[in-house]
């Protein structure tokens, strides 16, 4: 929440996203002075999704281009060799320069759906930190004290409970603060999770005679399990580039309890129109919400077609409009089809005891028909729909 009602008007189009300004005074001044400010945000590609949850720093980066300030975007290639200590109870297993590189292939692609690429500042901090002689890191390691270090609370509480800290996580704190000096950083921008990193950013540039930069401070996003920070290695994610039904079925998953945040962090719905949806039906909020998200990311009434299409499917249980068609394997001597075989291929169960499973739930239907023996053989004359569940649906070939 910012405070100062001047810097909440200056901040008006990403006021709602932002949970801290360190500190509001000096950001207002920064502002006011009239100059355009290089607003610094740093990721480590630690997967090769950009997700919803990243997205939240990355719009408020694209709204302070539409401001008209500089955005500097740095891909952590070297950060993420070391291992963000943020929020984690133990430490990051570390990545090869070779899966970084893997993870940076698609992510300015992605990153394109947000930011203004033409106007970007894109660095690398291997710039500075691959040709740093020993000498010079064990200088930047004298910048600050274990003791500040421990200021941390994700550390204290690690050293409280005995569970290892590695002198890599106090260097990966430094390097990100490091990197604010050399891109003479303004404002910076990150998640509560970030926010002794970025104190660290303004100790050092302090200790270098620059101006300090303000942190920029906005709310996590958990995942779709409303648990755990979203991350795709959770499953928890909807990543920007995501097909549209996914990000639709994703959002849906969303607990009425996260909706509010959700719907004001994740997309560009008014806030009176936020305050109506939650007002009305928890269901018809969620649904709005997830148009919201894939209208975000997509063309023009995508949202609104796949909430259309979901009603279909789960409300009407229609069939849907883009039903896969799956061509069936050839039939047995008797000329008719097992069941499994037909569940394996249509890729809807893994083995026959998965199919077995799925029958004796009553989980599968050949069109309106549920399938009642796992034993079953089946006349197909091509053009059924073949369902497991609500989800799993195709169209049977011959």
Not at 15 to 37: C, M, N, Q
């Amino acid at each position: 929440m910012i405070h100062d009602a001047d810097l909440a008007r200056h901040l008006a189009p990403l006021a709602r996203t932002v949970e801290t300004v360190i500190p509001e005074h000096e950001l207002l001044k920064k502002l006011d002075s009239g100059r355009t400010l290089r607003c610094k945000l740093g990721l480590d590609p630690t997967s090769t999704t950009v997700h919803i949850g990243n997205g939240v720093v990355l719009w408020n980066l694209r709204r302070l281009q539409d401001m008209g300030h500089t955005a500097v975007l740095i891909l952590g290639d070297y950060t993420a060799t070391v291992g963000d200590p943020s929020g984690k109870d133990k430490t990051r297993p570390v990545l090869t320069p070779e899966q970084v590189e893997a993870n940076l292939a698609t992510w300015l692609e992605q990153m394109a759906l947000i930011l203004d690429m033409s106007k970007v500042e894109i660095r690398r901090n291997s710039e500075w930190f691959k040709d740093m002689t020993f000498l010079q890191v064990m200088d930047l390691t004298n910048r600050m004290t274990v003791q500040q270090m421990m200021e941390r609370d994700s550390f204290e509480q690690r050293w409280k409970s005995h569970t290892p800290i590695s002198l890599r996580e106090f260097v990966y704190c430094l390097m990100q603060g490091w990197d604010s000096v050399q891109v003479e950083a303004d404002v910076e921008l990150g998640g509560t999770d970030q926010t002794f990193n970025l104190s660290v950013g303004r100790r050092l540039m302090e200790q270098e005679g620059m101006e300090p930069q303000v942190s920029l401070i906005s709310p996590l996003l958990e995942g779709t399990d409303g648990h755990e920070k979203m991350s795709k290695s959770l499953n928890n994610a909807i990543g920007l580039t995501d097909d549209p039904k996914d990000q639709f079925g994703m959002a849906m998953r969303v607990s009425d309890e996260l909706m509010p945040k959700y719907m004001r962090l994740t997309t560009d719905l008014s806030d009176a129109r936020i305050d109506e949806l939650l007002a009305g039906s928890p269901m018809d909020a969620k649904k709005a919400m997830a148009a919201a998200i894939v209208e975000r990311y997509h063309a023009e009434g995508e949202g609104d077609r796949q909430r259309e299409e979901f009603e279909r499917i789960f409300s009407r249980r229609e069939t849907p409009t883009d039903l896969p068609e799956v061509t069936v394997p050839p039939p047995g001597d008797d000329g008719l089809w097992w069941i499994v075989d037909l569940l394996k291929a249509c890729d809807f169960a893994n083995s026959t005891g998965d199919a077995r499973r799925f029958v004796e739930q009553g989980s599968v239907k050949l069109d309106e028909a549920t399938v009642e023996d796992w034993r079953g053989r089946l006349d197909i004359q091509g053009g059924e729909v073949l369902r497991v569940g609500r989800r799993k649906q195709a169209r049977l070939t011959l």
